[in-house]
């Protein structure tokens, strides 16, 4: 019988963990494949790998350090900017798949030293700012979200690549969870 396992508590070293990581696993999943792996979608309205790796720089630019940034501020405003999550569309358009990987790549990096740079309190964590649609979360919350925002999409790219093939496995599909979600 299997053990379900607790579920992890907040430490900014282990979400950097994830956060420092993102790039490379993306990278290794995507550089060098031909454009049917990274330019296809699972249909209409969904995004191809291509896609969330630019929402990914999006959200490097415009997300997820401008909050912390809003949250940690001595301002009395906190709210932030609304997010716009279809940005890539407009961003991406006519650069290379190596481009947007570089890029992540270095804002990542930079991001992520600034966020080591903060040396963060507790007291830091419980800090809030004011989310457009959520009201208000907590710098802890905004950076778990953070480190699984990544995951999210690190599973969503290996999903649509996975669709791909989906009518090529025959009977296996039944077995290949991934094909059915």
Known sequence: MRQQLAAM???????TEI???TPAVIEALLNGLSGEWTSNSEGNGTWSPYDVLGH???GEKTDWIPRVKIILSEQNDK???TFDRFAQFTDSKNKSLRQLLDEFKWRRAENVSFLRRLNLSESDLQKTGIHPEFGVVTLKQHLSAWAVHDLAHIAQISRVMAKQYKEEVGPW??????LNK
């Open 19 to 21: 956060l420092e990581r």
């Open 9 to 15: 508590n907040f430490e900014i070293s282990k979400a």
């Open 173 to 178: 599909i039944d077995y290949l969870s991934i």
């Open 79 to 81: 709210r932030f900017v």
């Open 56 to 58: 990914l720089i999006h």
